[in-house]
């Protein structure tokens, strides 16, 4: 015959089965609650930045003078004297050597910049050599390229790769 303590003790062994079940939940709701305040501020971080990056003006680059991307003169400017350069519009494309759309737009580049001399200029910056280019500029995808008007002014920005076709038909619907 089994002895009253037994079932005591038994009874105390479902208990503490039931507890140990109610602690799992409970770590597995504290897991759930540190991960969404984690992601939370994730997010607050990224608009953050986003904000700041917004309000920071994007036109300096490392390794190339700050010259380099300002115009000489406003598109407005009457006809330049003979001898002078007019400003012109400028393609600023920011990329990486070992990045596979970089490489296969490395070629489109350069036969813009030799044969579009006369229309645009067109730079080339690798930010992986100048990280800091890639910060000032706000870049999140390489390649980007960045329409800017003589004046400076950014017309336009287009994240991955962009055929030459598209190149030449973006200038043409700013009028260059």
Same mark, same amino acid.
Request: with cysteine; charged share 25%.
């Given at each position: 015959?089994?002895?009253?303590?037994?079932?005591?003790?038994?009874?105390?062994?479902?208990?503490?089965?039931?507890?140990?079940?109610?602690?799992?939940? =409970?770590?597995?709701? /504290?897991?759930?609650?540190?991960?969404?305040?984690?992601?939370?501020?994730?997010?607050?971080?990224?608009?953050?930045?986003? /904000?700041?990056?917004?309000?920071?003006?994007?036109?300096?680059?490392?390794?190339?003078?700050?010259?380099?991307?300002?115009?000489?003169?406003? /598109?407005?400017?009457?006809?330049? /004297?003979?001898?002078?350069?007019?400003?012109?519009?400028?393609?600023?494309?920011?990329?990486?050597?070992?990045? =596979?759309?970089?490489?296969?737009?490395?070629?489109?580049?350069?036969?813009?910049?030799?044969?579009?001399?006369?229309?645009?200029?067109?730079?080339?910056?690798?930010?992986?050599?100048?990280?800091?280019?890639?910060?000032?500029?706000?870049?999140?995808?390489?390649?980007?390229?960045?329409?800017?008007?003589?004046?400076?002014?950014?017309?336009?920005?287009?994240?991955?790769?962009?055929?030459?076709?598209?190149?030449?038909?973006?200038?043409?619907?700013?009028?260059?």
């Amino acid at each position: 015959m089994r002895e009253r303590g037994d079932n005591v003790s038994a009874a105390d062994n479902i208990e503490t089965i039931f507890e140990i079940i109610a602690m799992k939940h =409970i770590r597995n709701i /504290a897991i759930v609650a540190v991960l969404v305040v984690a992601v939370g501020m994730v997010v607050a971080i990224k608009q953050s930045k986003k /904000a700041t990056e917004a309000a920071t003006p994007s036109v300096e680059t490392a390794g190339v003078s700050e010259q380099a991307l300002q115009p000489a003169a406003p /598109a407005e400017s009457p006809a330049p /004297a003979p001898g002078a350069v007019q400003a012109l519009p400028k393609l600023v494309d920011l990329g990486a050597t070992k990045c =596979i759309p970089c490489k296969m737009m490395a070629p489109i580049l350069e036969d813009l910049k030799k044969n579009q001399a006369d229309k645009f200029d067109v730079q080339l910056i690798d930010v992986w050599q100048n990280p800091d280019t890639g910060r000032k500029y706000g870049i999140r995808v390489i390649p980007t390229q960045i329409f800017f008007a003589p004046d400076g002014k950014e017309l336009f920005r287009h994240e991955g790769f962009f055929g030459k076709d598209d190149i030449l038909a973006k200038w043409k619907e700013f009028g260059f």
